[in-house]
């Protein structure tokens, strides 16, 4: 069965700390895995998209990494702000044709930044 | 900057009643996308559209339809509004194909239906 697990489910970190939250997928086919940060009462909006071959991608203060081999993925977040609260999703694509169709979402982790 | 807009952030609706909800998008996108989200389930695809007038069904159309007329529009139905139809709805859209990978999506609609 295509799944995809997040962990942890919720996470409360300091503000300027780091954190890495974690996902593990069985999808099958794999064509590329992506992390959304959701705002509460907001729609998702996307940090990294990462197909096969890479293996790391950067957007700011956000670092993913893949491994396509033992199926997981991390999400770092680098000296933390308070405008990091949010949920943080993973989603895996199982269509190598695009369109979106097949996407596998996990259930996000709850993430709250501190002061 | 691309822009998906959804119709109401927030309806209250009445059992029964027949629901729209409606969702634009300005980047000139073949494929648009109906989802829920709930709590515990993540979100999950209605109704997924790659084209004007055509329309696929995802993982839970049942008690849903849906209308694209226009390419920038695609209407999400309700029929007849039931309790468990309460949610919030999402709108996405995207380019088809390899170009697809970037997913925009709307702000959201909090549906309670009472």
């Known amino acids: 069965k295509n799944q995809v697990e997040q962990s942890p489910q919720s996470l409360i970190i300091l503000e300027g700390k780091n954190c890495t939250l974690q996902?593990?997928?069985?999808?099958?086919?794999?064509?590329?895995l992506r992390w959304y940060k959701q705002d509460t009462g907001r729609g998702p909006v996307s940090l990294t998209i990462?197909?096969?071959s890479e293996n790391t991608k950067s957007n700011g203060r956000y670092t993913a990494t893949l491994d396509a081999d033992t199926k997981q993925s991390s999400l770092h977040i680098t000296a933390s702000q308070l405008s990091d609260s949010a949920s943080y999703i993973c989603v895996v694509s199982g269509d190598g044709a695009g369109n979106n169709r097949k996407l596998i979402w996990g259930l996000g982790t709850s993430l709250a930044v501190n002061p | 900057d691309v822009k998906v807009t959804q119709s109401s952030r927030y309806l209250v609706k009445r059992t029964g009643e027949k629901v729209f909800l409606e969702c634009v998008q300005d980047m000139d996108h073949e494929n648009m996308f109906w989802y829920r989200q709930d709590p515990g389930l993540g979100l999950r695809l209605i109704y997924f559209?790659?084209?004007?007038?055509?329309?696929e069904k995802g993982d839970i159309p049942e008690g849903y339809s849906v209308s694209r007329e226009k390419k920038e529009r695609f209407s999400l139905i309700l029929e007849s509004a039931s309790t468990n139809q309460t949610s919030m709805y999402l709108c996405?859209?995207?380019?088809?194909?390899?170009?697809?990978?970037?997913?925009?999506f709307g702000p959201g609609t909090r549906l309670t239906v009472t």
């Open positions: 996405a859209s995207s380019f088809p194909g390899q170009s697809s990978y970037e997913q925009y």
């Open positions: 996902c593990n997928y069985t999808v099958s086919p794999f064509s590329n």
């Open positions: 559209s790659y084209d004007v007038k055509m329309k």
């Open positions: 990462m197909t096969f």
